[in-house]
């Protein structure tokens, strides 16, 4: 699944380096590394068919891992 974003407003105060998506099941799952990328638009592998997902997205620089997104709504995962 791709998962697409718009850049945030404030960098921080440095360049952004990278975007990090993390994925969690909606029945209860723990947020995990989902992919790493510096585009805005980020593919997630290892999704599994059926299950119900949704995704957050942090800004990494040099200072680290900035406060993550808001979740989005759950998506179900479709076999392609």
């Known amino acids: 699944m791709t998962i697409g974003f718009t850049a945030p407003v404030n960098d921080g105060g440095a360049p952004i380096t990278s975007y990090i998506v ?38 990494v620089n040099k200072a680290g891992q900035g406060m993550p997104s808001d979740p989005t709504q759950p998506f179900v995962v479709r076999s392609r």
Do not use: M
Request: proline letters at 3%; aromatic letters at 10%; hydrophobic letters at 30%.
């Open 22 to 59: 993390e994925k969690r099941d909606v029945r209860g799952g723990r947020w995990e590394y989902g992919a790493e990328d510096i585009d805005y638009e980020i593919k997630v592998n290892n999704l599994i068919p059926g299950s119900e997902v949704e995704f957050r997205v942090s800004a």
